[in-house]
């Protein structure tokens, strides 16, 4: 059987539907387990591809193409090379199909999605020059101070779009309180660096998990990730965390998780793989939801 009929079978009944990359590889491979996930390339049979122009099916243009692009994914078209609109869809008005589809995600956190939703950052985001600056300069502080100047903290927290919530920070204890915190912070383990910042007792003013992992990325760029809700929201859903919460006490296990995904993934850096899923939560699964 060939893996475009494998795909065609497995995808059948979401005519209308637009599919991701990690649904369709999903979808397949519960019905044939044996099948090669990297020969599951939804792009392969939705007509030549726009850069190159290559059709990489010999369904391309033809009633036997699975799907048609569609800027959130794939969508399955039926079988005389219709695309149904979703509200006329038996499908969609099935409820244990549709249920089935939303309930269905793994996501699968791989090379392949990493290539996939990476790029796709700067469909919504342009902060990616100011990241590299910041990096730069937060090591050069480090280097020559062994914490971060105030001018850069408030930088890294105008970056981090936090500017809401400064008026909770004591800024006119910046000196005293937060740059020695982050003095602490850059010579503690890795599981303790968080704690540092954030630990009853110590807690510095206005930081949460989020802004603090911030903080401390920026000191530790291929150690430390950054908490954030649309992060979390992935691996969440993904089934690598035990849950969406962003604070502390989970922020180890998070950690973990993205490591995890380095390991498995290796050559891609913690803002590539931040980057990713960032841009995963933003403009899916978030419109999905």
């Known amino acids: 059987m060939t893996i475009h009929d494998k795909i065609a079978v497995a995808v059948k009944r979401f005519i209308g539907i637009t599919l991701s990359t990690q649904q369709v590889q999903a979808l397949v491979l519960e019905q044939y387990p044996d099948t090669n996930p990297t020969s599951i390339i939804p792009s392969d049979h939705s007509g030549p591809n726009p850069r190159s122009g290559r059709s990489y099916c010999n369904c391309s243009g033809k009633s036997s193409q699975i799907f048609a692009r569609d800027e959130a994914g794939y969508k399955v078209r039926d079988s005389t090379g219709t695309v149904l609109r979703r509200e006329s869809c038996s499908v969609v008005s099935a409820p244990k ?3 089935r589809l939303d309930a269905h995600p793994p996501i699968v956190i791989d090379n392949a999605f990493l290539g996939e939703w990476g790029p796709k950052y700067e469909r919504t985001e342009n902060d990616e020059d100011d990241y590299q600056r910041l990096v730069a300069v937060v090591a050069k502080e480090m280097a020559s101070m062994g914490t971060i100047s105030k001018k850069t903290f408030l930088e890294i927290w105008k970056w981090k779009g936090a500017m ?3 008026r909770h920070v004591k800024i006119e204890d910046y000196g ?3 740059a020695r915190a982050f ?6 383990p890795l599981e303790r660096k968080l704690a540092v910042l954030l630990e009853s007792g110590v807690k510095l003013p ?3 998990a989020a802004t603090g992992s911030t903080i401390i990325h920026f000191i530790h760029p291929e150690m430390m990730p950054i908490i954030d809700v649309r992060t979390i929201g992935v691996l969440f859903k993904a089934g690598l965390i035990s849950t969406d919460r962003k604070d502390l006490s ?5 950690r973990r998780a993205i490591e995890q995904i380095r390991r498995k993934c290796p050559g891609w850096s913690l803002r590539q793989i931040d980057r990713a899923l960032f841009a995963y939560h933003k403009q899916f699964l978030e ?3």
């Open 287 to 289: 419109k999905s939801q």
């Open 164 to 166: 809401r919530v400064i």
């Open 206 to 208: 206005g930081v949460e």
């Open 97 to 99: 199909q549709r249920a």
């Open 250 to 254: 989970h922020y180890e296990e998070f």
């Open 176 to 178: 005293s309180l937060y």
């Open 183 to 188: 003095r602490r912070a850059a010579s503690e």
